[in-house]
Protein backbone atom coordinates (compact mmCIF):
# COMPACT_ATOMS: atom_id res chain seq x y z
CA UNK A 1 0.00 0.00 0.00
CA UNK A 2 1.65 3.23 -1.46
CA UNK A 3 1.80 6.14 0.96
CA UNK A 4 0.86 9.58 0.23
CA UNK A 5 2.32 10.83 -2.63
CA UNK A 6 3.17 14.11 -3.30
CA UNK A 7 4.36 15.67 -6.52
CA UNK A 8 7.29 17.56 -7.49
CA UNK A 9 9.10 17.38 -4.28
CA UNK A 10 10.85 20.65 -5.34
CA UNK A 11 9.47 23.81 -7.48
CA UNK A 12 10.89 26.99 -8.16
CA UNK A 13 9.07 29.62 -9.26
CA UNK A 14 9.50 32.93 -10.17
CA UNK A 15 7.40 35.95 -8.77
CA UNK A 16 4.18 36.39 -10.55
CA UNK A 17 4.05 32.93 -11.84
CA UNK A 18 1.86 29.76 -10.76
CA UNK A 19 2.26 27.15 -8.55
CA UNK A 20 0.41 23.97 -8.93
CA UNK A 21 0.97 21.00 -5.67
CA UNK A 22 -0.27 17.37 -6.16
CA UNK A 23 -1.16 14.76 -3.74
CA UNK A 24 -2.52 11.66 -4.02
CA UNK A 25 -3.93 10.11 -1.15
CA UNK A 26 -3.55 6.38 0.48
CA UNK A 27 -5.52 4.40 -0.85
CA UNK A 28 -8.65 3.88 0.40
CA UNK A 29 -8.48 7.65 2.16
CA UNK A 30 -11.05 9.95 0.96
CA UNK A 31 -9.76 12.96 3.25
CA UNK A 32 -7.15 14.91 2.04
CA UNK A 33 -5.79 18.15 4.22
CA UNK A 34 -2.94 20.75 3.30
CA UNK A 35 -0.95 22.26 6.11
CA UNK A 36 2.05 25.08 5.23
CA UNK A 37 5.23 24.37 7.18
CA UNK A 38 7.33 27.51 7.22
CA UNK A 39 10.84 27.63 8.15
CA UNK A 40 11.13 27.21 11.79
CA UNK A 41 7.61 26.94 12.68
CA UNK A 42 4.98 23.88 13.11
CA UNK A 43 2.71 22.89 10.09
CA UNK A 44 -0.68 25.40 9.55
CA UNK A 45 -3.56 23.80 8.75
CA UNK A 46 -4.82 25.33 5.11
CA UNK A 47 -7.53 23.24 4.11
CA UNK A 48 -9.69 20.14 4.46
CA UNK A 49 -11.28 18.25 1.41
CA UNK A 50 -12.90 15.11 0.84
CA UNK A 51 -13.98 14.16 -3.39
CA UNK A 52 -15.09 17.07 -4.95
CA UNK A 53 -16.18 18.92 -2.02
CA UNK A 54 -13.98 21.60 0.35
CA UNK A 55 -15.01 21.09 3.93
CA UNK A 56 -13.33 23.87 5.31
CA UNK A 57 -10.59 26.21 4.25
CA UNK A 58 -10.57 28.09 6.98
CA UNK A 59 -6.54 28.36 7.24
CA UNK A 60 -6.25 29.04 2.67
CA UNK A 61 -5.07 33.01 2.39
CA UNK A 62 -8.60 34.54 0.74
CA UNK A 63 -6.79 35.81 -2.63
CA UNK A 64 -4.24 33.52 -4.64
CA UNK A 65 -4.69 30.39 -2.91
CA UNK A 66 -7.37 27.55 -4.27
CA UNK A 67 -8.00 23.53 -3.92
CA UNK A 68 -9.63 21.08 -5.10
CA UNK A 69 -10.05 17.20 -4.90
CA UNK A 70 -11.86 15.75 -8.12
CA UNK A 71 -13.59 12.36 -8.48
CA UNK A 72 -10.72 11.11 -10.29
CA UNK A 73 -6.95 12.01 -9.99
CA UNK A 74 -5.10 13.61 -7.15
CA UNK A 75 -5.51 16.93 -4.94
CA UNK A 76 -4.46 20.21 -6.07
CA UNK A 77 -3.43 23.08 -4.32
CA UNK A 78 -3.06 26.31 -6.64
CA UNK A 79 -1.21 29.10 -5.83
CA UNK A 80 -1.36 31.81 -8.78
CA UNK A 81 1.19 35.06 -8.95
CA UNK A 82 3.17 33.39 -6.20
CA UNK A 83 4.99 35.76 -4.34
CA UNK A 84 8.49 35.20 -2.10
CA UNK A 85 6.41 34.73 1.18
CA UNK A 86 4.79 31.56 -0.22
CA UNK A 87 8.40 30.16 -0.24
CA UNK A 88 7.43 26.82 2.44
CA UNK A 89 7.38 23.27 2.40
CA UNK A 90 3.80 22.56 1.50
CA UNK A 91 2.32 19.37 3.52
CA UNK A 92 -0.44 16.75 2.02
CA UNK A 93 -1.96 14.15 4.77
CA UNK A 94 -4.76 11.67 3.75
CA UNK A 95 -6.62 10.01 6.22
CA UNK A 96 -10.04 7.41 6.17
CA UNK A 97 -11.68 9.44 8.11
CA UNK A 98 -12.12 12.62 10.74
CA UNK A 99 -11.76 12.98 14.34
CA UNK A 100 -10.16 9.69 15.34
CA UNK A 101 -7.99 8.66 12.50
CA UNK A 102 -4.33 9.75 12.10
CA UNK A 103 -3.67 11.73 9.31
CA UNK A 104 -0.69 10.13 7.23
CA UNK A 105 1.65 12.85 5.48
CA UNK A 106 3.34 12.84 2.09
CA UNK A 107 6.91 13.81 1.97
CA UNK A 108 5.64 17.50 0.61
CA UNK A 109 6.53 19.77 -1.88
CA UNK A 110 9.15 22.14 -1.16
CA UNK A 111 8.30 25.46 -2.90
CA UNK A 112 10.86 28.23 -3.48
CA UNK A 113 9.72 31.83 -4.98
CA UNK A 114 12.42 33.07 -6.52
CA UNK B 1 -8.69 31.16 19.08
CA UNK B 2 -7.43 27.52 19.58
CA UNK B 3 -3.98 27.18 20.24
CA UNK B 4 -0.73 24.62 21.32
CA UNK B 5 1.81 25.11 22.90
CA UNK B 6 5.12 23.64 23.12
CA UNK B 7 7.96 23.66 25.38
CA UNK B 8 10.83 23.43 25.39
CA UNK B 9 11.13 25.00 22.08
CA UNK B 10 14.73 23.45 21.65
CA UNK B 11 16.73 20.76 23.46
CA UNK B 12 20.40 19.04 23.48
CA UNK B 13 20.82 16.01 25.37
CA UNK B 14 23.41 13.18 25.46
CA UNK B 15 22.49 9.80 24.44
CA UNK B 16 21.35 7.22 27.68
CA UNK B 17 19.53 10.67 29.08
CA UNK B 18 15.36 10.64 29.75
CA UNK B 19 13.76 13.69 28.08
CA UNK B 20 10.25 15.24 28.39
CA UNK B 21 8.58 17.08 26.04
CA UNK B 22 5.70 19.50 26.71
CA UNK B 23 2.33 20.31 25.21
CA UNK B 24 -0.30 22.60 26.64
CA UNK B 25 -3.62 23.34 24.46
CA UNK B 26 -6.64 25.50 24.55
CA UNK B 27 -8.75 24.33 21.60
CA UNK B 28 -12.76 24.19 21.39
CA UNK B 29 -14.48 20.80 20.89
CA UNK B 30 -11.24 18.76 21.68
CA UNK B 31 -11.72 15.49 20.14
CA UNK B 32 -8.18 13.86 20.09
CA UNK B 33 -3.81 14.94 20.43
CA UNK B 34 -1.47 13.68 18.21
CA UNK B 35 1.80 13.72 18.66
CA UNK B 36 4.03 13.13 15.70
CA UNK B 37 8.10 12.87 15.16
CA UNK B 38 9.44 15.21 11.88
CA UNK B 39 13.18 14.76 10.57
CA UNK B 40 13.84 16.23 7.46
CA UNK B 41 10.52 15.04 5.24
CA UNK B 42 7.32 14.29 6.22
CA UNK B 43 5.99 13.63 10.01
CA UNK B 44 5.68 10.46 11.05
CA UNK B 45 2.84 9.10 13.40
CA UNK B 46 3.94 8.08 17.04
CA UNK B 47 0.81 8.32 19.39
CA UNK B 48 -2.81 9.65 19.21
CA UNK B 49 -4.46 10.03 22.63
CA UNK B 50 -8.31 10.55 23.31
CA UNK B 51 -9.18 9.67 27.35
CA UNK B 52 -7.20 11.07 30.31
CA UNK B 53 -4.79 9.18 32.31
CA UNK B 54 -4.03 6.48 29.73
CA UNK B 55 -0.57 6.13 28.97
CA UNK B 56 0.52 4.83 25.66
CA UNK B 57 3.81 3.27 24.88
CA UNK B 58 5.77 2.45 21.93
CA UNK B 59 9.43 1.19 23.12
CA UNK B 60 11.36 3.89 24.61
CA UNK B 61 8.54 6.38 24.18
CA UNK B 62 5.76 7.29 26.27
CA UNK B 63 3.00 9.58 26.79
CA UNK B 64 -0.16 10.72 28.78
CA UNK B 65 -2.74 13.58 28.33
CA UNK B 66 -4.25 15.55 31.54
CA UNK B 67 -7.40 16.52 29.81
CA UNK B 68 -8.30 18.66 33.03
CA UNK B 69 -5.12 20.24 32.96
CA UNK B 70 -5.15 20.72 29.24
CA UNK B 71 -1.51 18.78 28.47
CA UNK B 72 0.16 16.00 27.25
CA UNK B 73 3.80 14.99 27.76
CA UNK B 74 5.98 12.77 25.58
CA UNK B 75 8.64 11.02 26.98
CA UNK B 76 11.78 9.34 25.50
CA UNK B 77 14.02 7.23 27.68
CA UNK B 78 17.33 5.67 26.88
CA UNK B 79 18.05 8.92 24.22
CA UNK B 80 19.80 7.24 21.20
CA UNK B 81 21.39 9.80 18.61
CA UNK B 82 18.06 8.73 15.88
CA UNK B 83 16.03 10.24 17.97
CA UNK B 84 17.24 13.77 17.16
CA UNK B 85 14.55 15.25 15.16
CA UNK B 86 11.32 17.68 15.75
CA UNK B 87 8.35 16.50 17.91
CA UNK B 88 4.59 18.02 16.86
CA UNK B 89 2.19 17.90 19.23
CA UNK B 90 -1.11 18.60 17.54
CA UNK B 91 -4.81 18.68 18.45
CA UNK B 92 -7.73 17.70 16.67
CA UNK B 93 -10.72 20.27 17.59
CA UNK B 94 -14.25 20.10 16.17
CA UNK B 95 -13.61 17.38 13.70
CA UNK B 96 -11.87 19.06 10.90
CA UNK B 97 -8.81 21.65 11.85
CA UNK B 98 -6.00 19.86 13.28
CA UNK B 99 -3.60 22.47 15.27
CA UNK B 100 -0.16 22.27 15.50
CA UNK B 101 2.28 23.16 17.47
CA UNK B 102 5.64 24.91 16.99
CA UNK B 103 7.61 21.59 17.71
CA UNK B 104 10.69 21.07 20.06
CA UNK B 105 13.61 20.46 18.35
CA UNK B 106 15.52 17.36 20.38
CA UNK B 107 19.19 17.21 19.49
CA UNK B 108 21.15 13.95 20.77
CA UNK B 109 24.47 14.09 21.05
CA UNK B 110 26.85 10.95 20.75
Known amino acids: NAGVMQNPRHLVRRRGQEARLRCSPM?????VYWYRQLPEEGLKFMVYLQKENIIDESGMPKERFSAEFPKEGPSILRIQQVVRGDSAAYFCASSPGTEFYEQYFGPGTRLTVT | EDKVVQSPLSLVVHEGDTVTLNCSYEVTNFRSLLWYKQEKKAPTFLFMLTSSGIEKKSGRLSSILDKKELFSILNITATQTGDSAIYLC??????????FGAGTRLFVKA
Open chain 2, 90 to 99: AVRAGGFKTI
Open chain 1, 27 to 31: KGHSH
